[in-house]
């Protein structure tokens, strides 16, 4: 499917609204890859969108849900949000990446200056996942190396002189895998506002993972694309061998029966279905505007649509074979009588608290903790330095924010910077820290996003100009189906989600887990409490920086126009007509200066 080298012709007359002679021979490749760099191939490209989506999610949360959810049931709201959600977001943000040839920030803005505001929000999403999903790479590095020892430090609890009830704590409650998470590698304090204790291991992880990040995406698509090689594919190497190992273990069977055991009845609740719609879009990593760095860089003349269903499906098959690795293990914990398979919880303490814990009883334990943690360190990275280019990829080549700074510079730089605001997040208090960033970070800026994606696409820029431009890419019309999801459906229910979540946010107080130490006369050392007021202030700050942007470029791109009125009617006419458009106006050829668009309705004259 590349075109590497080749003369591309588009048909400027393909269209009977686009008016032209002649054909125009545009040499796609090797200009633009002198200016802003390319994928070596399509296979790079796909690795890195497949990467780039399938994470440590994919491993932690979803079989969760899976279980959570009625088991095999779950799978039918699922599939349905994968269907009428997940590929046609897909489709779109790859769509626009590669027809607009720009990160997140020129394409939008060049859809209306007034949309700006979208690509500046995915660029500060993507810059606050960065700063902490780094973190949990780095505790990944941190059971990496403690699994070179012949006896998993996690497997008993630490010796003690005399009598220490901190110690003792971990003795009476006989969960050395959990005492081992929150008291060696947390060092976690006693709650949000308490930032005493540090660990310097793990700030030491912090480091190398930045640094194989930087090395990973320094050279931008053209260096990432050969670390994916590695980076996407080991992965399955190492999920197969555990499948293999796991469905061999003693009580596999029971552990892979209530991961799949259908309950048809927990479908008549919404929250099933609200837990499937937001796993499908955060496991895709929609929203965020990686997907429409990633598509700027590929050949203009290529299968788009096919390039979105493969992704989410194999993204979304990876969730479903990890559930089989996942319980069976917990299946085989279970047999042993350390934990029940149907207590577990979702997240880190499934994987370095549960799966540690029936890790640690296998034969040559050391191997398998090894495997593992290095599935997960490889998952995270490609997460990490996918989400990295689309944030600065808008920064150096959209804003152009530093035109005389080569961009390994940039990128050296703000991953420098990521480590330093990242080092809180090594104290006692970076776990509670990490909990505010990812419910309050993540969730509802990234759904006003991809909300502002979808009223963009299906009626600013028109689903007819969205298929006109999609047909010249790659020979074909988008199906019906996907121009209606973009216009309607898809918003619907992002919004729908939207309101759920907020409405939950504000009638509940949250809650987060605490390190509370030991009593004497307790085994627990870990409490729910309420959440403090500052955690939650910074958390709708966090929410506020993050969308804050869309509201603002709407309100200066009305402020500088001279005549209000009109600038509403324009507004209206974007939204309530499908315009006729230029395509050789619209898309920008490498080499040439940008052209805002050429829609052909008048008041792009004045813009």
């Given at each position: 499917?590349?075109?590497?080298?080749?003369?591309?012709?588009?048909?400027?007359?393909?269209?009977?609204?686009?008016?032209?002679?002649?054909?125009?021979?545009?040499?796609?490749?090797p200009k633009e890859k002198d200016e802003r760099g390319a994928w070596g191939n399509k296979v790079e490209y796909l690795l890195a969108c497949i990467g780039l989506a399938v994470g440590l999610g994919?491993?932690?949360?979803?079989?969760?849900?899976?279980?959570?959810?009625?088991?095999?049931?779950?799978?039918?709201?699922?599939?349905?949000?994968?269907?009428?959600?997940?590929?046609?977001?897909?489709?779109?943000?790859?769509?626009?990446?590669?027809?607009?040839?720009?990160?997140?920030?020129?394409?939008?803005?060049?859809?209306?200056?007034?949309?700006?505001?979208?690509?500046?929000?995915?660029?500060?999403?993507?810059?606050?996942?960065?700063?902490?999903?780094?973190?949990?790479?780095?505790?990944?590095?941190?059971?990496?190396?403690?699994?070179?020892?012949?006896?998993?430090?996690?497997?008993?609890?630490?010796?003690?002189?005399?009598?220490?009830?901190?110690?003792?704590?971990?003795?009476?409650?006989?969960?050395?895998?959990?005492?081992?998470?929150?008291?060696?590698?947390?060092?976690?304090?006693?709650?949000?506002?308490?930032?005493?204790?540090?660990?310097?291991?793990?700030?030491?992880?912090?480091?190398?993972?930045?640094?194989?990040?930087?090395?990973?995406?320094?050279?931008?698509?053209?260096?990432?694309?050969?670390?994916?090689?590695?980076?996407?594919?080991?992965?399955?190497?190492?999920?197969?061998?555990?499948?293999?190992?796991?469905?061999?273990?003693?009580?596999?069977?029971?552990?892979?029966?209530?991961?799949?055991?259908?309950?048809?009845?927990?479908?008549?609740?919404?929250?099933?279905?609200?837990?499937?719609?937001?796993?499908?879009?955060?496991?895709?990593?929609?929203?965020?505007?990686?997907?429409?760095?990633?598509?700027?860089?590929?050949?203009?003349?290529?299968?788009?649509?096919?390039?979105?269903?493969?992704?989410?499906?194999?993204?979304?098959?990876?969730?479903?074979?990890?559930?089989?690795?996942?319980?069976?293990?917990?299946?085989?914990?279970?047999?042993?009588?350390?934990?029940?398979?149907?207590?577990?919880?979702?997240?880190?303490?499934?994987?370095?608290?549960?799966?540690?814990?029936?890790?640690?009883?296998?034969?040559?334990?050391?191997?398998?903790?090894?495997?593992?943690?290095?599935?997960?360190?490889?998952?995270?990275?490609?997460?990490?330095?996918?989400?990295?280019?689309?944030?600065?990829?808008?920064?150096?080549?959209?804003?152009?924010?530093?035109?005389?700074?080569?961009?390994?510079?940039?990128?050296?730089?703000?991953?420098?910077?990521?480590?330093?605001?990242?080092?809180?997040?090594?104290?006692?208090?970076?776990?509670?820290?990490?909990?505010?960033?990812?419910?309050?970070?993540?969730?509802?800026?990234?759904?006003?996003?991809?909300?502002?994606?979808?009223?963009?696409?299906?009626?600013?820029?028109?689903?007819?100009?969205?298929?006109?431009?999609?047909?010249?890419?790659?020979?074909?019309?988008?199906?019906?189906?996907?121009?209606?999801?973009?216009?309607?459906?898809?918003?619907?229910?992002?919004?729908?989600?939207?309101?759920?979540?907020?409405?939950?946010?504000?009638?509940?107080?949250?809650?987060?887990?605490?390190?509370?130490?030991?009593?004497?006369?307790?085994?627990?050392?870990?409490?729910?409490?309420?959440?403090?007021?500052?955690?939650?202030?910074?958390?709708?700050?966090?929410?506020?920086?993050?969308?804050?942007?869309?509201?603002?470029?709407?309100?200066?791109?009305?402020?500088?126009?001279?005549?209000?009125?009109?600038?509403?009617?324009?507004?209206?006419?974007?939204?309530?007509?499908?315009?006729?458009?230029?395509?050789?106006?619209?898309?920008?050829?490498?080499?040439?200066?940008?052209?805002?668009?050429?829609?052909?309705?008048?008041?792009?004259?004045?813009?």
């Amino acid at each position: 499917m590349s075109n590497q080298g080749q003369e591309v012709y588009v048909n400027k007359s393909a269209s009977p609204d686009i008016a032209a002679p002649n054909d125009v021979k545009i040499d796609v490749k090797p200009k633009e890859k002198d200016e802003r760099g390319a994928w070596g191939n399509k296979v790079e490209y796909l690795l890195a969108c497949i990467g780039l989506a399938v994470g440590l999610g994919n491993v932690w949360r979803f079989p969760y849900l899976c279980h959570k959810h009625g088991g095999g049931a779950f799978l039918v709201p699922y599939f349905i949000c994968l269907v009428f959600e997940g590929i046609p977001l897909m489709y779109l943000e790859m769509a626009v990446g590669q027809f607009f040839r720009s990160g997140s920030v020129n394409c939008w803005s060049k859809i209306h200056p007034m949309l700006r505001g979208i690509g500046v929000g995915c660029v500060c999403v993507s810059m606050l996942l960065c700063l902490y999903y780094v973190i949990i790479i780095a505790r990944c590095f941190l059971y990496f190396f403690n699994s070179f020892t012949a006896s998993l430090p996690f497997t008993v609890c630490p010796e003690v002189d005399g009598i220490d009830l901190a110690d003792t704590c971990c003795m009476r409650s006989n969960d050395s895998a959990n005492y081992y998470y929150w008291n060696n590698v947390l060092k976690a304090s006693s709650g949000f506002e308490d930032v005493a204790n540090f660990n310097w291991e793990l700030l030491g992880c912090l480091a190398l993972a930045w640094v194989i990040c930087y090395i990973c995406v320094f050279k931008g698509v053209e260096s990432s694309g050969k670390a994916v090689y590695f980076t996407a594919t080991f992965p399955y190497v190492c999920l197969v061998i555990l499948f293999f190992r796991g469905v061999t273990l003693p009580g596999a069977g029971d552990g892979i029966l209530v991961y799949i055991k259908p309950d048809f009845s927990k479908l008549l609740t919404g929250q099933v279905w609200l837990d499937a719609a937001t796993q499908i879009f955060f496991s895709l990593s929609l929203g965020f505007g990686a997907l429409v760095a990633f598509a700027s860089y590929v050949p203009y003349k290529n299968n788009v649509g096919r390039d979105a269903m493969i992704v989410s499906l194999v993204n979304c098959g990876t969730s479903v074979f990890a559930g089989f690795v996942i319980y069976s293990i917990l299946g085989y914990r279970q047999h042993l009588g350390i934990g029940d398979v149907k207590n577990v919880s979702s997240g880190s303490g499934l994987a370095f608290v549960a799966i540690s814990e029936a890790v640690s009883a296998m034969n040559v334990p050391y191997i398998w903790s090894i495997l593992f943690f290095t599935m997960l360190i490889l998952l995270g990275l490609d997460s990490e330095f996918g989400t990295l280019e689309g944030a600065v990829t808008p920064l150096v080549v959209d804003m152009n924010l530093f035109p005389k700074v080569r961009k390994e510079i940039v990128l050296g730089v703000f991953s420098a910077i990521l480590f330093l605001l990242g080092i809180g997040f090594c104290s006692g208090g970076g776990e509670y820290m990490i909990m505010v960033f990812d419910t309050y970070g993540m969730n509802i800026p990234i759904l006003i996003l991809a909300f502002s994606e979808c009223i963009a696409v299906g009626w600013v820029f028109g689903t007819e100009n969205m298929s006109k431009a999609i047909e010249d890419m790659q020979g074909s019309r988008p199906n019906a189906f996907f121009t209606i999801c973009w216009k309607y459906i898809s918003p619907f229910l992002l919004i729908v989600i939207f309101f759920v979540t907020f409405i939950q946010n504000m009638m509940k107080s949250p809650t987060y887990g605490v390190f509370s130490g030991c009593t004497e006369d307790s085994a627990e050392f870990v409490t729910g409490a309420d959440l403090p007021v500052s955690a939650q202030v910074i958390g709708w700050c966090i929410v506020i920086c993050a969308v804050i942007p869309i509201p603002i470029f709407i309100f200066l791109n009305g402020k500088t126009e001279p005549n209000k009125m009109e600038f509403l009617k324009s507004i209206a006419c974007s939204i309530w007509e499908d315009r006729k458009y230029d395509m050789e106006s619209l898309y920008q050829r490498p080499g040439e200066p940008v052209i805002h668009n050429g829609f052909d309705n008048g008041y792009n004259d004045r813009l």
